[in-house]
């Protein structure tokens, strides 16, 4: 080759390069640029066919093979050290072979597919030398494959490329970006926000997540869209990054055994939790991933101090709601407590002050309304003791078989004259199984409901009660034909204080319904209240029991 | 017993109970003794020799099982546990330890005096053949049982679980007790369950009215007890209110 002809080849090949840094740099997006870059290499070094990349989170992954104009629809995903895209991404630098038949890196369907002979796969790398992309190409269609020439010519190529993709990265960055914020700040639910965050990482860098957050004092984790193998050791790890306020784990300094790699999340200065990210060994991130992926996870930490704040504010709605329930507790007991009392202060100092002026029916009247007022005055006591201990956990509800029967009884007897003289019927199978129940905790739901009957009711009218086993539950109605319960009533007639406006306002704490209710769901069961299509209401509730508590019952009856 | 009736041992340290029992109780024929504490109650109890002591669990210087413990090994006097605790464990306990009644404050004049004279009479071991209340009346002698005019079959088991309450009337017994004098040492696997089922067809064949006041009581997670006229039943005379 003369001098002429090689300057000639020079200015020829400078003249390429040139056109496919405009082409690049004219390209719409990625994939028209890679896709040009394929077409100028092979016009640059008269390769028969080609292909180019991009790194991803988890290897190398191509598109779009070029048979000469011919497009080859052929996905090419490669894991670190696999194929000879995988072996750039190990190596970071160049791979060439003049006899691809023998060997080994190369991925068999693609020699297969395109009759690769020779191959030259070239990593494209930004400024700090970090793998972005790559390309390769194959069959060179003159001489006995690819030249030293070839190869600068190459390199040349992933220079120029190396800019263009780079800020084309960056660009996809941003809007990936602008997207998670966007999707973060629709979000309002604390949970979702939890949930948006694991599954836009787990989608954008395929590898699964966990946030952890301290719950008094200790840091747990908070499950999201994919479930995530978490041991004591890994929350040991997670725990020094949130108390240290540093990256931790995998492929860190601190603690580098472990499964993942913890990021603390920070929000105005503050460690708010903590980040872990599940390692993919061999697999690691490239500077722009990672660029990406931090500040993913600083819009995470924004988002979650405002899923905190935003419960904050919602706790102190809901004190300053129990305030108010307070006030209505203090109100209306004060005034449940007083009346009683005043009765038998009233009676036993007017006995003590008679000095034999009242006759001896007087002072057994008196002396009967101290005693019915004091009763009542412990029934009050004891029906709010119950409530509160249930509603603190003090004490749980002490479930034995009882016999329905009994406890309806009971109820009957502790109501005494206001239940003898009226007119109950009951419907209670003479073969009832004895049901597991709170006897105290149950009793006082009739007392409470009959209570209600009797009072809301004419004296001549019949109040019903039935019992049944339907579908391992026991279902009791209390039907009474009285004055019934408003519409507008019925939806909060079980809320602790709430009296039904239309009944004038000293028939009572307004507590007995929502007793009845907090009774019988503290025995998983539940209480409904309609009207009666006849006048009048039926309360209805269920229990559930254990089948077998049944079967037990049914074999040792004789 | 002499004139001046049985000796009552009350150990409280509440001011108004003292009060209220020092004063209601002579009339109705009993002599009182009053201490505030345990370690009173232990010397009280060897100079007096009462015949029924009425003990309150939260005495301000030993723990209530202690001082039933401790007054078993002194006296051979039955004890009344009267207490604010309401807890089912608690009575468990206090009767396990030794104690033969249970009542949690408040509790009525009549109620305490029905107690009494239940526990009085269950350890004087003299027992009448016939025992009645409201409608009930079962002669023992003749194994009869009657609920007002009509006869009641009752099956072997029944009829001793009613003789062992009827033996105990106005007292709670406990399941353990119950099963105890009922099956001795039961092979049953379930043996609280079938006290359970017994009792409640016993229950139903002596008051099929769910509107009438129980013979039999369910004393929650402790035991039974069968009512008597003066322990709680109300009888005729609550009906005339």
Known sequence: MDDSSAQKETEQSLRSLLRLSDKLNSASDLDSLLDSLVEQLLELTGAESGCAGLRTSQGMSGGHFFLGPKVVPLTYHCAPGVGWAGWLLQHGTHYLTNDAARDAVIVPEVRERLGVKSGLAVPIVDSEKDVIAFFEIYNKRAGDGFTGADLDHCLAAAQIASLAIHSRLLNRNLSALAAFSQSLTVTADFDQILYVVGSRIERSFKRRSVILLPVNGELVPRSLGAEFIFSESELAVATWSWKHGQAAGYSTEILPDAQAQYLPLKARGEVIGVFGVEATPGAWLSNVQRQLFRAFINQSALAIERGFLEQKVRRLRFLEESDKVQNAVLSAISHDVRAPLAAITVSLSGLMTSNGTLDQAAQRQLLETADIEARRLHRLVNNLLSMTRLETGVSAVKTEPHDLLELVSAALEELGAAASQRQVSFDIPADLPLVPMDFGLITHVFINLFSNAFKFSPPGQPVEIRGRIIDDQLEVLVADRGVGVPLEDLSRIFDKFYRVAELGPSHGLGLGLAICKAFIEAHNGRISLENNPMGGTIVRFVIPFHPAAIARVGNSQS | ?241
């Open chain 2, 1 to 241: 017993m002499d004139r001046q009736g049985a000796r009552i041992l009350l150990v409280d340290d509440e001011e108004s109970i003292q009060h209220t029992l020092t004063t209601v109780l002579p009339p109705a024929g009993y002599t009182v003794y009053q201490v505030r504490n345990g370690k009173d109650a232990l010397q009280k109890v060897q100079s007096i020799r009462p015949d029924l002591i009425l003990l309150d669990l939260g005495l301000p210087d030993m723990d209530g099982k202690d001082v039933i413990r401790l007054l078993r090994e002194r006296a051979i006097a039955p004890i009344i546990v009267i207490s604010v605790r309401d807890d089912e464990t608690e009575k468990v306990t206090a009767l396990d330890t030794g104690a033969h009644d249970y009542l949690t404050k408040p509790f009525t004049l009549p109620e305490l005096l029905a107690r009494m004279r239940a526990t009085l009479r269950s350890v004087s071991a003299t027992q009448d053949d016939v025992f009645t209340v409201g409608n009930l009346r079962v002669d023992l002698r003749r194994r009869e049982v009657l609920a007002g005019e009509i006869a009641v079959k009752l099956t072997a088991t029944e009829y001793d679980l009613l003789k062992v309450l009827i033996h105990h009337a106005g007292s709670v017994r406990t399941h353990h007790e119950l099963i105890h004098e009922l099956w001795g040492r039961t092979q049953y696997q379930d043996p609280v369950h079938l006290l359970r089922v017994t009792m409640s067809h016993l229950r139903r064949k002596l008051q099929p009215d769910p509107m009438k006041p129980r013979y039999i009581v369910t004393e929650p997670g402790v035991g039974y007890r069968l009512r008597t006229e003066s322990s709680g039943y109300p009888g005729k005379a609550r009906q005339r209110a």
